[in-house]
């Protein structure tokens, strides 16, 4: 652990006043926040960046087990109200996001790099999604991918209730989208994993602004927009592409879920490239912020800056590798 990493015992004192009120504050926040996802299913955009702050900072500042009591506290407060509003399903992605921010404020605490703090969240916060899903839905009418089917529909049905123009019925959205059901249904790990990835790089960066505004120093991670994936990982996204070429249709699904999943690692790559340029040529934050909305909510942009990320593999956007070459030796 660095010396300048906070500390919950001993060795630097803790003003109890404050500490409750930034308890206080860190569950309030996440529960308002929840109660938002339960009535409003379509900020769950917002839910997942914004959920898991406190239980990261927290973690990261106290570590166990005061640092635990974040997590802890806001999910006994969303679970009480989850039943009282008799809303299982939102509860469980409420749990979810808290153990993601646990687990990103457990590796930066523990000195991990930037890429393996992510990943070793992202894996372990899917993994138990999973588990959590499939005890809940394998044993459903119709199978599980009937089910899931299902809960597509009723998710976009409630969310074209709340953002369609008035007036306007269900079945025009549904109906054209029917024959992609059972396809977007298949393709629900990927995007599941993908938006986890996603939702975690967005955490971390709320909540560096709010450590560095609060005087605590982050972990000794090297700028973000000098940050790449690991190079191997390309021939991964390589492999699952030329499954996307085979006859079978399992194998078929398997590509495009690895596709979509590690889409996600390469679009902030490129956003990366993108965010070093915009230090590089100065260009005014108002303009970077429309420019980080295009990228994240026009496909067509994201795309193209997913395979921007991709490509920097071999033409080195940023001249890192040059870079690199003419460090002195060690």
């Known amino acids: ?15 109890t006043r404050t500490l409750m009120r930034d308890f206080a504050a860190g569950i309030g926040l996440s529960v308002v926040v929840f109660l ?15 959920v898991p702050v406190p239980s990261l900072i927290s973690t990261y500042r106290w570590g ?10 806001s999910a006994v407060v969303g679970g009480t109200l989850a039943l009282l509003l008799k809303a299982p399903q939102s509860l469980v992605y409420f749990l979810e996001l808290l153990l993601l921010g646990t687990l990103l404020g457990s590796g930066m605490r523990k000195g991990l790099s930037l890429t393996r703090t992510v990943a070793n969240a992202v894996v372990k916060v899917c993994a138990v999604g999973a588990l959590v899903f499939w005890w809940m839905h394998g044993r459903a009418e119709g199978g599980l991918w009937s089910h899931l089917e299902e809960q597509l529909r009723s998710l976009m049905a409630s969310v074209w209730s709340q953002t369609a123009p008035e007036g306007a019925q269900t079945t025009d959205l549904t109906v054209p989208w029917q024959a992609w059901i059972a396809v977007l249904a298949r393709l629900f790990p990927g995007v599941a994993v993908a938006t986890t990835v996603i939702g975690a790089w967005l955490t971390l960066s709320v909540a560096r602004r709010m450590l560095l505004l609060r005087g605590i120093p982050m972990p000794p991670w090297p700028a973000w927009f000098l940050w790449s994936a690991p190079e191997g990982l390309v021939w991964a996204v390589i492999a699952a592409g030329f499954l996307l070429l085979v006859s079978s249709f399992s194998l078929k699904v398997l590509g495009a879920n690895v596709v979509i999943a590690l889409g996600a690692v390469y679009l902030l790559q490129g956003v990366a490239i993108a965010a070093y ?29 997913a395979l921007m990320g991709f490509f920097d593999t071999w033409i080195d956007f940023r001249r890192l590798k040059k870079k690199a070459d003419f460090l002195p030796s060690p």
């Open 1 to 15: 652990m660095s010396p300048s990493m906070p500390r919950g015992h001993g060795t630097e004192p803790i003003a």
């Open 64 to 73: 166990g087990p005061l640092g635990y009591l974040m997590p802890g506290g």
């Open 277 to 305: 340029y915009f230090r590089r040529w100065r260009v005014p934050r108002l303009v970077q912020a429309l420019s980080y909305t295009l990228i994240f909510f026009q496909q067509f942009v994201g795309l193209a800056v």
């Open 36 to 50: 938002l996802l339960v009535l409003f299913p379509v900020s769950g955009i917002m839910a997942m960046v914004i």
